[in-house]
């Protein structure tokens, strides 16, 4: 056989080549799988030789308060679960493709007071339980034995928030290496600062640094692709950079026909950022980014892509009921695809950074975001113990560490974050004007002041002119870090902050439950952009922003119900979402849905019709059942987008009427009760109610069925107890046992009982309304099976696929 020598030499030397800049180029890994972790403190834990070998071995993310127990000791603001704390420990050897590199560990968020340490050496410390930081392993690292990464975290308070915030390394890890010219965290900038149909320009700004020992020539270059792969645009400049500097390089992409991002076409390219070294790629950093414009303007609200639209937007804390805070990325996908069915199409980021991939799936789905960094500055605010509002409050929290930290953590928030598309308002601050929790002023005295609870002004508080400054110094750093995004604040007090420089520092000013000053401030304050931040769900508030063009927006409290915040135990947790905390939308979804979608739906609730001369709770909106007792006076509820809707009980017509929330006072008599929604006389739509027999089964809905097992993955699986007939029964709490098989396990059962304190791990939970969801994650590959039993119901089954 002959051999040609030459291809073979030329052969042999491209895969040298390539070897060597695989070598050289940014490589990055989930650092999530096999850690020891000690819950309780353990002096010397960071020391490699320390005994691990009896700690639990588990992987990351994981919150280890809502492990509990629940507790009527502790506090209301943060659902009565536990703090404390607690040490994670890993062993690793350096992977060979890291070697010879910068090695450096990314953490997305830790709760909270977090210390890291390698090999027995401090690394540093980071106070804030939501700001993403990242330490340098390399001076430390053994290149080829074993290494100890040592975590210590310490949550002493358990009420230091107003809601939950869980405990210990709730976010994803990740460990990371670079050549020694490479590209800084959060390093590349893309804008968009000219968009239309036809043309936009892309501006890319690249921070770098040159940690080697020579002078460097530094080639960037910056390529847009788009969905298809295809190259857009592409741009480079040449940059020297010192050894052991800093260097910028700035660059134009000139983008034809754009693919414009929006709520209904979130259209995304992918930036790809390179740095060459004599002529040899070094670092590669690439990201989804997109291409859409925004503005506001005081009197005529906002604007993307040149469309003016109000912003109808939805409030959301971090956690996921039974998983706490660490919550896989497949749980908040699925609850954005119910929101998104609502007609929502913005999110208010409640009241701290969130996951990185929660950012990513608003760019991927379509929300515009508001990101919003702090619920306090200098001072502390009230944290609730024995119930919301009741008793004597804590003072603990974030405050504590503000001066030293507060500006960092801002800055930090907005580099991490300032490429989403998403991303239209950075907020820096939740209620921080609180009348007198904590600022005051002597305006308290006087007018309408809702939120003070008849207190008035309190001199031994700190003065409200102290937030003026503040806020100009954050505003300051935010805008030093992007200046494509206005800096707004949600204002609680603006009947005092009216008094302050607050809302002038301030490109957008967020009202908080203050419909009633919107036209009062557009006329005294003619140049202020006004929106409801943070808006309770009746009709009027929505009204307020639908008929006012210079209101742009509302955010609802809120979408989802959350952990903490709670009121009086034995509740856990705040019922005010469209979703309760399993995902499974309430009637208040329904209503939302009446108001903010146009396409022909039709939803049927009831209730208990008040007591003569009673006020009804805006938070009971009825529930999709018709088991009542006898001779029981229900009231009825249509919530639709049709022009007139007809209800019918066992066939016989009780009235057609009008509008988006007609209702009927029914004499309860079980059987079917029906209804049907008309356009221009036609039926567009029809649904039923009907009363269910005694619970007979159970029905098992899993939202997918294959999974993938290498990236742990997760099912979803909805729980029903049905009658004989497949209705569901609505009043069922059986008590039901999940069974796996195969490799796979429980990481949590959510039924939404606001009062519901079982281990969210244990097989067996009660099903509330007649329903739970289970998640099952696969811990490797290969069928998967679950089962289903309760006394007395005919078992359910589904089998999964991890591959």
């Given at each position: 056989m002959k051999i040609n020598v030459r291809l073979l030499i030329l052969l042999t030397g491209c895969l040298l080549l390539g070897n060597r800049l695989a070598h050289a180029q940014r490589q990055q890994m989930l650092f999530n799988s096999d850690w020891k972790f000690h819950l309780g403190d353990v002096p010397g834990s960071e020391q490699p030789g320390a005994a691990d070998k009896d700690w639990r071995t588990l992987d990351l993310p994981h919150d280890w308060s809502i492990e509990g127990p629940y507790s009527e000791q502790l506090a209301s603001a943060t659902a009565f679960l536990p703090g404390g704390l607690g040490w994670y420990r890993k062993t690793f050897t350096t992977p060979a493709g890291f070697r010879n590199k910068k090695v450096f560990v990314y953490f997305d968020g830790v709760y909270k007071n977090s210390e890291v340490w390698l090999n027995g050496h401090s690394l540093g410390k980071r106070p804030s339980g939501f700001a993403s930081f990242q330490y340098e392993l390399t001076p430390h690292l053994n290149a080829t034995g074993p290494n100890v990464l040592a975590v210590k975290v310490d949550h002493p308070q358990s009420a230091d928030s107003r809601w939950y915030t869980g405990s210990g390394i709730y976010r994803n890890v990740y460990l990371l290496a670079t050549a020694p010219v490479h590209i800084r965290p959060w390093g590349v900038a893309f804008t968009t600062p000219t968009v239309s149909a036809s043309a936009a320009t892309g501006r890319v700004a690249v921070s770098f640094t040159n940690a080697s020992a020579s002078a460097a020539s530094v080639t960037v270059t910056s390529t847009l692709l788009n969905a298809k792969g295809q190259t857009v645009a592409t741009a480079k400049q040449t940059v020297p950079a010192k050894p052991g500097t800093d260097a910028t390089a700035n660059l134009t992409l000139p983008i034809k026909q754009p693919a414009l991002w929006s709520a209904d076409h979130p259209n995304l390219y992918r930036l790809r950022t390179t740095l060459?070294?004599?002529?040899?790629?070094?670092?590669?950093?690439?990201?989804?980014?997109?291409?859409?414009?925004?503005?506001?303007?005081?009197?005529?609200?906002?604007?993307?892509?040149?469309?003016?639209?109000?912003?109808?937007?939805?409030?959301?804390?971090?956690?996921?009921?039974?998983l706490g805070v660490a919550v896989p990325p497949e749980v908040w996908e699925r609850r954005l695809k119910k929101l998104k069915e609502v007609g929502c199409n913005s999110l208010r980021m409640s009241h701290n950074p969130h996951a990185d991939y929660l950012y990513q799936l608003c760019d991927r789905l379509g929300f515009m975001v508001m990101d919003e960094a702090f619920d306090e500055w200098e001072h502390g605010k009230n944290k609730w113990v024995a119930g919301w509002n009741v008793g004597t409050p804590a003072q603990f929290g974030p405050h504590e560490y503000f001066k030293e930290w507060g500006e960092r953590d801002l800055r930090d928030m907005v580099l991490r974050n300032r490429n989403r598309p998403s991303i239209i308002l950075w907020s820096i601050g939740n209620e921080i004007d609180y009348p007198n929790d904590p600022y005051s002023h002597e305006v308290l005295n006087t007018g309408r002041n809702p939120q003070i609870y008849g207190k008035g002004y309190l001199p031994d508080h700190p003065p409200a002119s102290e937030m003026g400054p503040i806020a100009k110094r954050l505003v300051a750093v935010a805008k030093q870090a992007d200046r494509s995004r206005p800096i707004t604040a949600a204002l609680a007090g603006v009947v005092m902050s009216n008094f302050t420089d607050y809302p002038a520092a301030l490109d957008v000013v967020g009202y908080n439950y203050l419909e009633f000053r919107y036209p009062e401030d557009h006329q005294k304050y003619p140049n202020r952009v006004i929106y409801g931040s943070e808006n309770g769900m009746a009709r009027d508030a929505w009204a307020a922003v639908d008929t006012n063009a210079y209101v742009s927006a509302q955010y609802l409290w809120t979408g989802i119900d959350y952990l903490g915040e709670a009121r009086r135990w034995p509740q856990r947790a705040n019922g005010a979402g469209l979703l309760d905390m399993a995902g499974f939308p309430k009637a208040e979804f329904y209503l939302r849905k009446s108001l903010w979608t146009s396409a022909p739906?039709?939803?049927?609730?009831?209730?208990?019709?008040?007591?003569?001369?009673?006020?009804?709770?805006?938070?009971?909106?009825?529930?999709?059942?018709?088991?009542?007792?006898?001779?029981?006076?229900?009231?009825?509820?249509?919530?639709?987008?049709?022009?007139?809707?007809?209800?019918?009980?066992?066939?016989?017509?009780?009235?057609?009427?009008?509008?988006?929330?007609?209702?009927?006072?029914?004499?309860?008599?079980?059987?079917?009760?029906?209804?049907?929604?008309?356009?221009?006389?036609?039926?567009?739509?029809?649904?039923?109610?009907?009363?269910?027999?005694?619970?007979?089964?159970?029905?098992?809905?899993?939202?997918?069925?294959?999974?993938?097992?290498?990236?742990?993955?997760?099912?979803?699986?909805?729980?029903?107890?049905?009658?004989?007939?497949?209705?569901?029964?609505?009043?069922?709490?059986?008590?039901?046992?999940?069974?796996?098989?195969?490799?796979?396990?429980?990481?949590?059962?959510?039924?939404?009982?606001?009062?519901?304190?079982?281990?969210?791990?244990?097989?067996?939970?009660?099903?509330?309304?007649?329903?739970?969801?289970?998640?099952?994650?696969?811990?490797?590959?290969?069928?998967?099976?679950?089962?289903?039993?309760?006394?007395?119901?005919?078992?359910?089954?589904?089998?999964?696929?991890?591959?």
């Open positions: 060459a070294v004599a002529g040899q790629p070094v670092d590669e950093v690439s990201e989804e980014v997109g291409v859409r414009s925004i503005r506001f303007d005081a009197n005529k609200g906002f604007f993307l892509n040149g469309e003016n639209m109000k912003l109808k937007g939805l409030c959301i804390h971090d956690d996921a009921g039974a739906m039709l939803y049927l609730a009831a209730a208990e019709v008040p007591a003569a001369g009673a006020t009804p709770d805006r938070r009971q909106r009825g529930t999709a059942s018709w088991n009542w007792p006898a001779a029981s006076q229900v009231r009825v509820t249509a919530y639709t987008t049709n022009e007139a809707t007809e209800l019918f009980l066992n066939g016989q017509s009780l009235g057609r009427k009008t509008g988006r929330q007609p209702s009927w006072d029914v004499a309860y008599a079980a059987g079917e009760l029906s209804a049907k929604g008309y356009r221009k006389d036609k039926v567009v739509n029809e649904t039923k109610l009907q009363t269910a027999g005694a619970p007979a089964a159970i029905q098992l809905t899993p939202d997918r069925r294959t999974l993938p097992a290498n990236t742990r993955g997760l099912a979803q699986l909805a729980v029903a107890v049905v009658d004989a007939a497949g209705c569901p029964v609505p009043t069922a709490t059986d008590e039901i046992t999940v069974a796996l098989t195969g490799p796979a396990r429980l990481l949590g059962i959510e039924n939404g009982d606001l009062a519901n304190h079982d281990n969210p791990t244990t097989p067996r939970h009660r099903a509330h309304q007649g329903r739970l969801l289970v998640y099952v994650q696969p811990t490797g590959a290969g069928p998967i099976g679950v089962t289903l039993t309760a006394p007395g119901l005919r078992a359910a089954s589904a089998q999964l696929q991890a591959q």
